[in-house]
Nanobody, 121 residues
Framework: QLQASGGGSVQAGGSLRLSCTASGRSTNVMAWFRQAPGKEREFVAAVSGDAHTSYSDSVKGRYTISRDNAKNTMYLQMNSLKPEDTAVYYC???????????????????WGQGTLVTVSS
């Protein structure tokens, strides 16, 4: 089970930090995806168990993904937020034996409930 938290409302240029805690299972590759109204779910960032990371071009340089393996928790620090970052953010995990980061949402078997991020101009 994945539990996401940390969403909220912020003005453009502000920051938010999302968290995602996995319970009941070990994890390797974890990722954040987001879905804006009327749009498809899109990849945001991912981190492997050995801390390799991958970012979408739209958030690179503004977002930082990290994890605390001892707490089985992943974080997404979001800075310089823009109105176009507004979306429901979902955390996801691949199977525990899979170590390769993928950017397609269908590659992820486990999903959190989503947390809403709203950025106003």
């Amino acid at each position: 089970q994945l539990q996401a938290s940390g969403g909220g409302s912020v003005q453009a240029g502000g920051s938010l930090r999302l968290s995602c805690t996995a319970s009941g299972r070990s994890t390797n590759v974890m990722a954040w995806f987001r879905q804006a109204p009327g749009k498809e779910r899109e990849f945001v960032a991912a981190v492997s168990g050995d801390a390799h990371t991958s970012y979408s071009d739209s958030v690179k340089g503004r977002y930082t993904i990290s994890r605390d393996n001892a707490k089985n928790t992943m974080y997404l620090q979001m800075n310089s937020l823009k109105p176009e970052d507004t979306a429901v953010y979902y955390c996801a995990a691949r199977g525990p034996s899979i170590t390769v980061i993928q950017r397609t949402w269908r590659s992820y078997a486990y999903w959190g409930q989503g947390t809403l991020v709203t950025v106003s101009s």
